[in-house]
């Protein structure tokens, strides 16, 4: 079966614009997570979805935010973007209480 | 959050058995280890996971000590493609949220 799709891979911004990053979980797969991967923090929690509703929230600013949808599809928004926020973003799903299964990131560059 | 420490880098050579340990001896009875991997430019890829008992898949097996406070994983026949970032992470029962310290670098030798 297809795995966890993100997309865009790649992305460049600039410092004070928004940005989306789309992430469809593997068929059946109602939680969706996500993590920022930096080379100084390694990998941090951002969010989880399950049916909708966002379940557990990581620490970071409200500029983060993100919404999945009636088919479990995800998305996260980050706005007013700083240099600091150019990292990995990766989504992982998963069953009820299962492994987590991720995709291969989108990388987001802040110039 | 339930806090794991690793050793930051392990080398060994192909075709020999890996022994990656895991401390976490503020552990609760709730939480699950589990171990997850990233290959260079991949994300992250669920190895093997367990409870109290010592656990084996096709990829690896899960040695846990009997007070829960450490475990080991353990890669019986190293091969190059299992150079990765091993990460072990403590995650509560029923939880999703996966907290990654900064894992164990494997290099594996030819």
């Known amino acids: 079966k297809a795995g966890v799709t993100q997309t865009p891979r790649y992305l460049i911004k600039t410092r004070g614009q928004q940005v989306t990053l789309s992430c469809s979980p593997i068929?059946?797969?109602?939680?969706v997570s996500w993590y920022q991967q930096t080379p100084g923090q390694g990998l941090q929690f951002l969010f989880e979805y399950f049916s909708e509703t966002q379940r557990n929230k990581g620490n970071f600013p409200g500029r983060f935010s993100g919404r999945q949808f009636s088919n479990s599809r995800s998305e996260m928004n980050v706005s007013t973007l700083e240099l600091g926020d150019s990292a990995l973003y990766l989504c992982?799903?998963?069953?009820?209480?299962?492994?987590?299964?991720f995709g291969q990131g989108t990388r987001l560059t802040v110039v | 959050d339930a806090k794991t420490t690793q050793p930051n880098s392990m080398e060994s050579n192909e075709e020999e058995p890996v022994h990656l340990p895991c401390n976490h001896s503020t552990i609760s009875g709730t939480d699950y280890i589990h171990w997850y991997r990233q290959l260079p430019s991949q994300g992250p890829e669920y190895v093997i996971h367990g409870l109290t008992s010592n656990v084996n898949n096709r990829m690896a097996s899960l040695a846990i000590a009997e007070d829960r406070k450490s475990s080991t994983l353990i890669l019986h026949r190293a091969t190059l493609r299992d150079a990765a970032v091993y990460y072990c992470?403590?995650?509560?029962?029923?939880?999703?949220?996966?907290?990654f310290g900064q894992g164990t670098r494997l290099t594996i030798n030819p």
């Open positions: 068929s059946g797969h109602r939680s």
């Open positions: 992470i403590l995650r509560d029962r029923g939880a999703q949220k996966l907290v």
């Open positions: 992982a799903s998963s069953l009820a209480q299962g492994e987590a299964f």
